[in-house]
């Protein structure tokens, strides 16, 4: 069994910021693995459902990001898991908008909701670092995160959130690179020109036919030359 977490702040007035983008991304798993409805508990709010062929919990703790590790640890304790069950999806300053990387343990850079989790958790659980860019300046990030994504950005995060989903089975079954794949699949498709196999090359283009030289000849020697 399985944990996903999605970081964010409860409540419609943070539901569209860049903190929240471990909320979008749970959501769009329960949406499209057809997951029960969403209920109340541990602190959160919680559904279940199956990832292939392992079953998995999606959590969404709604006792504000700096203190996210309470609503873990009661899920963790109740499920009798570990470290090693838990997927914590996140926002990611050191990731440009729309990059994913997949993290095993390691420290909290700062991150206020991993912070938590470390508290009451431990460092040894699985992130999804999920990229929303850096305003350029540690004083302006409290401003960036907490405000909404702007709409220019709604392409890439759609993408990105789509392969999120499209990958989580194998998420959920441990396999990494076959998850980031999936995300690629979304993020990065292939170009327009490449061409898909069996596709003929094209014709070569015909080599010009060259202009006859000009007739140099007088008209009398044209005349002539009729008459030979």
């Given amino acids: 069994m399985r944990l996903f977490v999605g970081l964010g702040n409860p409540g419609a007035k943070y539901a569209r910021n860049r903190h929240n983008i471990g909320f979008m991304a749970v959501d769009r798993i329960a949406a499209d693995h057809g997951f029960a409805p969403w209920r109340g508990k541990f602190k959160g709010q919680v559904t279940e459902g199956r990832l292939g062929a392992d079953k998995a919990i999606l959590l969404k703790p709604e006792t504000y990001m700096n203190n996210s590790g309470q609503s873990v640890i009661d899920a963790v304790n109740f499920y009798k898991l570990t470290a090693d069950d838990v997927v914590v999806f996140h926002d990611e300053l050191d990731l440009a908008p729309g990059k994913c990387r997949v993290k095993d343990g390691g420290g909290h850079a700062g991150h206020n909701g ?12 699985r992130r ?8 350029g300046h540690k004083d302006l990030v409290a401003h960036y995160v907490l405000h909404d994504f702007h709409k220019a950005d709604e392409d890439w995060l759609d993408d990105l959130i ?3 989903s499209d990958g989580a089975p194998a998420l959920a079954d ?25 596709e003929a090359p094209a014709a070569k283009a015909e080599a010009p036919t060259p202009e006859p030289e000009p007739d140099a000849r007088s008209p009398l020697q044209k005349l002539m030359d009729r008459f030979k």
């Fill in 128 to 135: 999804v670092r999920l990229g929303i860019g850096h305003p």
């Fill in 174 to 198: 441990g396999d990494g690179g076959k998850f980031m794949n999936a995300v690629a699949l979304r993020t990065a498709p292939a170009r327009s020109s490449d061409k898909p196999k069996g």
């Fill in 162 to 164: 789509r392969g999120i």
């Fill in 114 to 125: 991993l912070r938590s989790i470390h508290a009451h958790l431990g460092p040894e659980y």
